[in-house]
């Protein structure tokens, strides 16, 4: 069905790529622009959301780009004041920002463990204390945040702030779901798996001898042999965003292939 999201304006945390192809974020905002939503591309890197934007808009669609430290509650604000700015409010509401640090409590520093906390955490705190009012403002809105399946299961990798703290996006996001029910505001979690982005490459691959040896484990430890890709979980946050989902509601949406229904790991 074209224009899922005619008429809605979206804000996106981790517009941008982290390498070259299909990061979530990039693809989410993609996707909701071809939807008929005007997008609000943010990302720490210039670059990054102006790619995003640009595609955007080269094909017909609606986007700015806008930078923003998701660390920062005033650099949040002042994307959402400007996204308000420009387009006359915010219906959805997708948090697509991350980083994994490996190592377990021993061999992570103290540092690492709490820019974990602050960004992958933190940011769906701030974007949704920035964003909220304008939400309720408008009469309701869509919040798709994006968590992981290693917040709900051990995925083989050592990451413990990382499971940490998307276990916690996981139930902030059904806090927000039941507190915001009655201002007319859902929100669900999409709990991606093995997806094959650039982000696996710059943040995964040290943990195998080669990026193919890596490309390799993942895709075996699957039920189908294969990684998914930005698009399977883009399509996952644009239902969730979209009036479809609308009796859906404090969601924790599993996009892993099956992963999650097996025992099966990526070694």
């Given amino acids: ?31 909701y622009a071809r939807e008929g939503a005007a997008v609000a591309c943010v990302d720490l890197s210039e670059a990054a959301a102006r790619e995003t934007a640009d ?3 080269g094909e017909g669609g609606r986007a700015i780009a806008l930078v923003a ?11 959402v004041q400007e996204t308000v700015s420009a387009f006359d409010g915010i219906s959805i509401l997708h948090n697509n920002v991350g980083v994994t ?8 520093s ?6 974990s906390v602050d960004l992958n955490l933190g940011s769906v705190y701030r974007t949704a ?6 939400m309720i403002a408008g009469g309701g809105g869509a919040i798709v945040n994006i968590s992981s399946l290693a917040g709900i299961r051990w995925t083989g990798y050592p990451y413990f702030a990382y499971c940490a703290t998307k276990a916690a996006v996981n139930q902030a996001t059904v806090a927000l779901a039941i507190q915001y029910a009655p201002q007319g505001i859902r929100a ?3 709990v991606p798996g093995m997806i094959d982005t650039p982000l696996i490459y710059n943040q995964i691959s040290s943990q195998y001898a080669s990026s193919e040896e890596m490309v390799a484990a993942r895709n075996s430890a699957l039920p189908g042999g294969r990684m998914g890709d930005a698009w399977d979980i883009a399509h996952a946050a644009l239902f969730l965003a979209s009036d479809e989902a609308k009796f859906v509601n404090g969601v924790c949406l599993p996009v892993d292939g099956g992963q999650s229904a097996t025992v099966m790991g990526p070694r």
């Fill in 1 to 31: 069905m074209p224009d899922r999201l005619k008429g809605k304006i979206a804000i996106v945390f981790g517009a941008g790529s982290s390498g070259p192809g299909w990061g979530n974020g990039k693809a989410a905002a993609v996707l």
């Fill in 55 to 57: 595609i955007i808009a």
């Fill in 69 to 79: 430290d998701a660390t920062k509650l005033a650099s949040v604000e002042n994307a």
């Fill in 101 to 108: 640090h490996m190592g377990g409590p021993v061999e992570l």
């Fill in 110 to 115: 103290e540092a690492q463990f709490q820019l």
């Fill in 129 to 134: 204390k920035a964003t909220i009012p304008h």
């Fill in 188 to 190: 669900n979690c999409v």
